[in-house]
């Protein structure tokens, strides 16, 4: 069977992890934390970087950071993993779901603007921005920069100026993913462009620490918020009071050795990437009824996965071709299924009333074949050959 992903680790991985073993810094004190933490936030050009357990914590963090909460909504796209509106469900706040754009599967700028300037209303003695159909402030916007191509983010951050919201990006699937406004801007890296970046170093991401997470901000107070929360929020001078709620976030000292080797290798794992993404276009690029991913003049996508959109012309339905395929020894999955269709919000009727057909049409239709970075030449090319045969069967 060929994986819908691999892991491809770096060559430092094992002296680092050796290091840490030797020395006996296994947990979340040691020297690979800070280095880990640089190292990223160098490479992304922020002021600071904070390690957490997962991608899922690193959002809760940052939303718990920003004093977000019981009252407050967030908004989100609908064709997301699960782990983003459960982020804000954590702190008691609820999300906002509104649809995607057809072409990068990301938070539509124009619904977004639709939902701000008509769906919402400013209260002068509260202050705040307020929902019209909740009657609950809405707080931030948390697009997500969905299978490694990057949101429109000068019409995002332009809305969230004008309405005074934070940013809070999802760059969970983007490391090392480029966003180009135009000529006049230099280019920005995904995560790194709002008020707080949140990223995810699960085994199947371009870096990975096996679980792990990060938050990356320019803002000094957030990041120390950020550092305090995470870590059970030892009173400052005096360990073990505590004077609030906070979690235990932590990352090990061992991931982090694997952070740091993985690091040291993203422009070569983003070439992989990019390369694979450019053989799998030369060999499906001609299939009728196949939709494959895009990447705008203004992007540098990572194509963390090689997603694809099987529309009626190409002869069978999506889950159709899943299995043919898995009869053929090669593994995949689909789309995410839109938050306002998980069984979960069923009795919500915020989210079973979300008018999201893009998302929908997305959620039946979508699904993405094997990227690991581990994955060989070889491998995409007998991928592409079945997908080739089986349509030929049709």
Excluded at 207 to 219: F, K, L, N, S, Y
Aim: some cysteine.
């Amino acid at each position: 069977m060929i994986p819908v992903n691999a892991p491809l680790l770096a060559k430092n991985t094992l002296r680092y992890v050796s290091d840490c073993v030797r020395t006996g810094w296994i947990s979340s004190a040691g020297s690979y934390i800070g280095k880990f933490e640089a190292s990223f936030a160098e490479y992304l050009g922020v002021e600071h970087a904070v390690t957490t357990t997962s991608g899922t914590t690193a959002l809760h963090l940052a939303l718990a950071a920003m004093a977000i909460g019981r009252g407050d909504e967030v908004v989100i796209p609908a064709q997301t993993m699960i782990a983003v509106p459960y982020a804000v469900l954590y702190t008691g706040a609820k999300p906002v779901i509104l649809d995607v754009d057809r072409e990068t599967y990301n938070l539509d700028p124009d619904r977004v603007a639709e939902f701000l300037k008509r769906g919402c209303r400013y209260d002068k003695r509260a202050k705040a921005l307020l929902n019209r159909k909740t009657g609950r402030r809405v707080r931030a916007l948390l697009p997500v920069h969905l299978y490694g191509h990057p949101c429109a983010m000068d019409e995002l951050l332009s809305l969230a100026g004008e309405f005074g919201l934070p940013v809070i990006e999802d760059a969970a699937e983007a490391h090392g993913a480029i966003y180009r406004p135009d000529g006049r801007k230099a280019p920005r890296f995904c995560g790194a462009m709002g008020t707080i970046g949140c990223f995810s170093f699960y085994a199947n991401k371009i870096i990975t620490t096996g679980e792990g997470g990060m938050i990356v901000t320019d803002d000094d107070a957030l990041a120390e918020r950020a550092r305090r929360l995470k870590d059970l929020a030892h009173a400052p001078g005096r360990r073990f009071l505590h004077t609030e709620l906070a979690f235990n976030y932590r990352m090990t000292n061992v991931q982090a050795a694997i952070g740091l080797a993985q690091v040291e290798e993203i422009d070569r794992f983003i070439a992989l990437k990019r390369r694979m993404a450019e053989a799998y276009g030369r060999r499906l690029g001609r299939i009728p009824g196949l939709s494959l991913p895009v990447e705008k003049s203004w992007a540098r996508s990572v194509y963390w996965m090689y997603a694809v959109v099987v529309e009626d012309e190409f002869g069978m339905s999506r889950d159709d071709l899943m299995a043919r395929l898995k009869e053929r020894g090669v593994d995949t999955r689909t789309f995410f299924i839109p938050v306002h269709r998980q069984p979960v919000f069923a009795k919500d009727s915020d989210y079973a009333e979300a008018d999201c057909p893009v998302s929908d049409d997305l959620g039946r239709r979508g699904f993405y074949l094997p990227s690991g970075l581990a994955l060989k030449p070889a491998q995409i090319r007998a991928v592409a050959q079945a997908v080739r045969d089986i349509r030929a069967d049709c």
